[in-house]
């Protein structure tokens, strides 16, 4: 039976009664000690340092004078960044307002919307006017979100609707309803599957493929695509069920918001047009590239569009032309199907493939050579081979070429062979590794790091939510290796290769990864609200020498999506640049280990109470 307070003190019982007293009054001490010397410590409402990490099981990385990256010999310390020691309070008094560009602004692209540059072209004729003209200096407005924007459809369902306020542009449903890319269906935007040359839909188009070129085999030998003026995306987006990652692209044109649609839906796309300039490809970097009625003319100005595909196709790669001269023989079809003959004669391309499916609609497949001894058989050596490059293979503002690129060997002159299959392509030694000794050491020790890195740091430690994340870049890539440790998430990642670092797209080609050449002193060609998830490794080493910190930040904004994160790693110095024009912003921030720095952009944007 229980004994009452008052039965112990007749009983007599002072001495449990002391130490019961003295037990109590030494917990309550206790926990108040520790709540007040918790270490993790609010500095202000939205910027928080959080408790040490434990240091990574392997160095973390730093960057070699190159920048590409490479395993430290010095371990963090857990003790790095103390709460005590980091004062990032501070926040930039920054008026910010939003783009005056009437209803133009909830869509605007700094490098690709510049009307006053634009209007000033001489010619339109080689659709000079779609392509990059950055402004001087760089624009420091916000572009506003739609009127009623909510967060994006989740992934796998976004691949067949998305909310129609994200995106509200129905133009390309009234113009091509017949043909039935996209359809409004209450407040959702649905993708039926259907394309200009995809009457049966798009999975039945992929199936025709394979039919007629079976060699064709999606996911193995075939696993990284180019998709040219690729309306919606819908085959790019239907090939990740076969394990492969297409780069969808197609100009901002008349066919309103296409590039706008495909991010949207979750599915790799870029905004870009085969004009006066290369592709922002390296050489031999696709296994093949596709257009169904891209309205490319491809024997245009000499020849030049074909050749820059030709340049951006591997070596015994495949180009898909699906395209009314291929099957109609009318008159002008047939002009022009006789003129891509001689194009592609050539070039040494040989066709591997020419049918019609049951709806009338046809293709041809031709295939790249893999050996000089076709070139050299031409009685006519027109176009010429380009000359031996001695620089950086940087296509960025690079003019077109009237020349055949020349087919990539290794460091001991021999013609490369074919990437090894997907997926062991992922992991394996890129043929196109630098001939230093020890390229081959940091590759594999590269690729070990990142692995630890996402899945001991990234995904366990890091308050980032990886169910609501689809679009990601890399704006500082490297050898590819934090996308690579990302394979097996559901989202893709655009690896983009600065191009003030080291040039190592190729390599990521090879891995069978996609991505892109940029300069982050300038805009991106994608529209406001794409990407969920930015990742800046040591981005801002060379960039603050020649742009502001305050400018990139105003990019990372405009890509990002409300509710996205930023999860940036660098010095404590350039932190501490980078955090206050974050927190000018409303972005919530997060600091840990002293390096590791998560921003969430919120759905804040400013109105004229703000000014």
């Known amino acids: 039976m229980p004994i009452s307070v008052q039965n112990m003190f007749k009983e007599r019982k002072f001495p449990f009664l002391f130490a019961f007293s003295f037990l109590l009054i030494s917990v309550t001490i206790l926990l108040f000690s520790y709540s007040s010397s918790s270490p993790s410590l609010l500095l202000s409402t939205n910027f928080q340092v959080s408790d040490p990490l434990p240091p990574p099981p392997r160095p973390l990385p730093t960057r070699s004078p190159n920048n590409v990256p490479v395993s430290s010999t010095k371990p963090v310390s857990k003790t790095t960044a103390a709460a005590s020691d980091v004062d990032l309070t501070v926040s930039l008094d920054i008026k910010w307002e939003s783009c005056q560009l009437g209803p133009l602004a909830v869509d605007y692209i700094p490098c690709l919307d510049n009307w006053k540059a634009i209007k000033e072209l001489k010619s339109r004729r080689r659709m000079e006017h779609r392509e990059r003209h950055c402004p001087k200096p760089s624009p420091r407005c916000l572009a506003p979100s739609p009127i009623g924007y909510k967060v994006p459809v989740h992934w796998p369902k976004s691949r067949d609707m998305i909310w129609y306020s994200n995106v509200p542009h129905p133009k390309l449903v009234e113009y091509k309803k017949e043909q039935n890319w996209v359809r409004k269906s209450g407040d959702y935007f649905v993708f039926p599957g259907g394309g200009t040359q995809f009457k049966n839909g798009v999975q039945s188009y992929i199936d025709f493929i394979h039919k007629t070129l079976p060699a064709i085999k999606w996911g193995k030998n075939i696993r990284v695509i180019l998709d040219v003026g690729c309306g919606v995306a819908s085959f790019g987006g239907y090939l990740l069920d076969k394990d492969v990652i297409t780069m969808s692209f197609a100009p901002k044109d008349e066919h309103e918001a296409q590039i706008q649609f495909a991010l949207e839906r ?95 609609v046809g293709l041809v497949i031709y295939q790249k050579p893999s050996s000089y001894s076709c070139y050299k058989q031409r009685k006519e050596k027109l176009p010429p081979l380009c000359e031996q490059k001695t620089n950086q293979n940087v296509s960025w503002y690079e003019p077109l070429s009237y020349c055949i690129s020349r087919l990539p060997v290794d460091r001991m002159g021999n013609l490369l062979r074919w990437s090894t299959p997907w997926p062991q392509r992922l992991s394996s030694k890129p043929l196109s590794l630098p001939s230093e000794p020890d390229a081959e050491d940091i590759f594999i020790e590269d690729t070990k790091h990142w692995a630890a890195l996402v899945s001991e740091v990234y995904l366990d430690w890091l308050a980032i939510s990886l169910g609501r994340i689809r679009n990601v870049m890399d704006m500082n890539a490297g050898y590819g290796g934090f996308a690579a440790a990302l394979i097996d998430q559901p989202l893709w990642v655009m690896n983009v290769v600065p191009v003030d670092a080291q040039d190592t797209l190729s390599i990521i080609f090879e891995r069978g990864l ?61 932190i501490k640049k980078l955090n206050p024009v974050l927190r000018s912003l409303h972005w919530s921030t997060t600091l840990y280990q002293g390096q590791f720095l998560v921003g969430e952009k919120g759905f804040w944007r400013p109105s004229e109470n703000d000014n």
């Open 514 to 574: 996609i991505g892109v050449y940029h300069d982050w002193c300038e805009s991106f060609n994608t529209y406001p609200r794409t990407y969920d998830l930015l990742h800046a490794s040591f981005l801002f080493k060379n960039l603050k020498e020649r742009c502001d910190i305050i400018d990139v930040a105003v990019e990372m904004d405009r890509i990002l999506r409300p509710g996205g994160y930023l999860l940036v790693q660098d010095t404590m110095e350039n």
């Open 266 to 360: 979750g599915i790799p796309a870029i905004l870009s047009v085969i004009g006066t300039q290369k592709l922002t490809f390296p050489d031999n970097a696709y296994d093949l590239i596709h257009c169904a009625r891209c309205r490319v003319h491809w024997d245009g100005d000499g020849g030049k569009p074909l050749l820059e595909l030709n340049r951006v196709l591997k070596p015994g790669g495949y180009f898909i032309w699906s395209a009314t001269p291929v099957y109609r023989d009318d008159e002008r079809d047939s002009k022009v199907w006789k003129s891509m003959v001689a194009l592609t004669t050539s070039l040494c391309w040989k066709i591997v493939g020419k049918t019609v499916d049951s709806t009338g």
